[in-house]
């Protein structure tokens, strides 16, 4: 969000997706909501320091985008209906207990960028620039494209919504499980495009507070939670994943003093809650068992091994049989764990894969053939994806030389 | 809102054959409940005519416009609320399953 002002970046948090939902619920406009919401923002940023912060922020930022909204349309002639709508929206301060017929804007918003109709590099971009108000440029740097095409494909999808009639609405029933998943896929994807070597943890900051959204926004669905904790367990190591040259450290090497301990407790709270475990409930459950270890030595290796067979079961995956492998070899002795890459690996999914070979050379050197095991960390370090994973790769292999 | 839903072939249908919606119960639903305006089967390609105009000069060929292994065999003109409606009237469609079905909104100059 472009504010300088920390006053009116902390109201931006918490309104600017709230206007834009409301503004597009209302005049069907997405861009006249994104111009609007981003003009509050820079009045904002030149009033509030003059005549003080308002006592309701958002509220004031709400009024600003309206009535900008309001001299738009007027000058575009509208229908009166839209006027008379947009005069209704007030402070929107939310009632203390949601009721439950009463659709948030911003959900409606989600589940629009969201919708499978769009490509889903789209539905990232989308949600990025038009729930998070990231600006043009950096969604583009995420991609690796340039302003003026990510400006074409957000303009794209947005046209795509208003030419084919894509609702503005939750679906419900049968109809929210089949979205659900698509929209937290999103979330994932972001977060991960953000966390991934190379990548920009600004995006997984933003994916984490996209998740605690949508979790505040459906707090029946465990789904959502699960996500919500998963990237908050992810995200408290991101402090002690890199070492001081920016190399990535194995869990085995990271110190464990530096993990963020209020993110793993609030992601443990909200697992404690949830009853009916899917998969991203499993895959959180496993990241909870890592982080509240006190070592590799004694996680709680037989509960992993647990999720991975779950989640195995659920849907068949050789990244998932990998790290399966994995966890069995901890849990029940490196044989158990060849057993299992053995298995994994036997259709040729897996085949150039780097952490498959370097999965095999950590459970050959604990089987205690460490001269096979260090040539397999060579060929591990050759397969690599990064450089500082090859890195970290031929370091394993010298240290067992 | 109107949308053309395109009916064609796909090299790769569904091989699950259970529960296999009936054309003729599809048609009777959606006409009755007025989301769908009009549509056929289409003769097969070999039947097909490609009429082109190039520098005043008319072209006819034999065949569709566009060789490929997958082809229309129909359509279906959709009256629907809204894009999520007309997939849950495609996704009710025999040939969602045998093929795979295209919905293109009719272009409206209102907009």
């Known amino acids: ?401 | 809102m109107k949308y053309m839903m395109l009916v064609c072939t796909d090299l790769e249908p569904d091989t699950d054959k259970e529960n296999e919606p009936d054309i003729d119960v599809w048609v009777a639903e959606n006409d009755a409940a007025g989301r769908r305006v009009f549509g056929n089967q289409l003769a097969p390609v070999s039947a097909a005519t490609t009429v082109r105009v190039r520098n005043g000069r008319l072209l006819v060929t034999d065949g569709p416009f566009a060789e490929t292994r997958e082809v229309i065999v129909g359509f279906d003109l959709l009256e629907c609320a809204d894009l999520d409606e007309a997939i849950e009237v495609a996704r009710a469609h025999p040939m969602a399953r045998g093929g795979r079905l295209e919905l293109r909104p009719l272009a409206d100059f209102e907009q």
């Open chain 1, 1 to 401: 969000m472009t504010t300088a002002h920390p006053a009116v970046a902390e109201a931006a948090l918490d309104a600017y997706p709230r206007i834009v939902a409301a503004l597009i619920r209302v005049t069907g406009d997405w861009t006249l909501a994104e111009d609007c919401a981003q003009d509050a923002l820079a009045a904002a940023v030149e009033r509030w320091p003059v005549d003080g912060v308002p006592g309701n922020p958002g509220g004031w930022l709400m009024t600003t985008a309206r009535n900008r909204a309001v001299d738009v349309l007027r000058r575009a002639t509208v229908e009166q209906r839209k006027l008379r709508e947009l005069a209704m929206l007030t402070d929107f301060t939310p009632p203390a207990a949601v009721q439950e017929d009463v659709v948030d804007d911003r959900l409606r918003l989600v589940f629009t960028c969201c919708h499978p109709a769009l490509a889903p590099e789209a539905q990232v971009a989308l949600t990025l620039r038009t729930i998070c108000g990231v600006p043009t440029a950096d969604v583009a740097r995420l991609f690796r494209v340039s302003e003026a095409t990510m400006t074409r494909r957000l303009t794209r999808a947005k046209t795509k919504i208003a030419q084919a009639r894509i609702p503005y609405r939750v679906p419900r029933g049968a109809a929210l499980a089949e979205r659900l998943p698509g929209v937290l896929a999103v979330l994932y994807l972001l977060f991960t495009r953000g966390y991934d070597p190379g990548g920009e943890p600004a995006f997984a900051d933003e994916a984490v507070r996209l998740a605690r959204l949508v979790h505040e926004l459906m707090p029946a669905e465990p789904e959502p939670a699960a996500l919500l904790a998963l990237f908050l367990l992810h995200h408290s190591r991101r402090a002690a994943r890199r070492d001081a040259d920016g190399r990535l450290l194995s869990l085995d090497r990271q110190d464990r003093g530096r993990w963020d301990s209020a993110a793993i407790a609030e992601a443990v709270a909200i697992l404690d809650r949830i009853r009916a475990d899917g998969p991203y409930a499993l895959q959180a459950r496993i990241a909870a068992c890592h982080a509240t270890a006190a070592s590799v030595e004694s996680t709680d290796w037989a509960r992993i091994a647990a999720c991975y067979d779950a989640l195995a079961q659920d849907e068949p995956d050789p990244v998932i049989e990998l790290n399966r492998a994995v966890a069995h070899g901890y849990a029940y002795g490196p044989a158990a764990g060849l057993d299992l890459l053995a298995r994994a690996r036997a259709d040729g999914a897996l085949d150039g894969d780097p952490y498959a070979v370097a999965t095999e050379a950590d459970l050959t050197a604990r089987g205690g053939d460490p001269a096979r095991a260090a040539a397999l960390f060579r060929a591990a370090a050759a397969l690599a994806n990064s450089e500082p994973e090859r890195l970290a790769l031929l370091e394993r292999a010298a240290e067992l030389s």
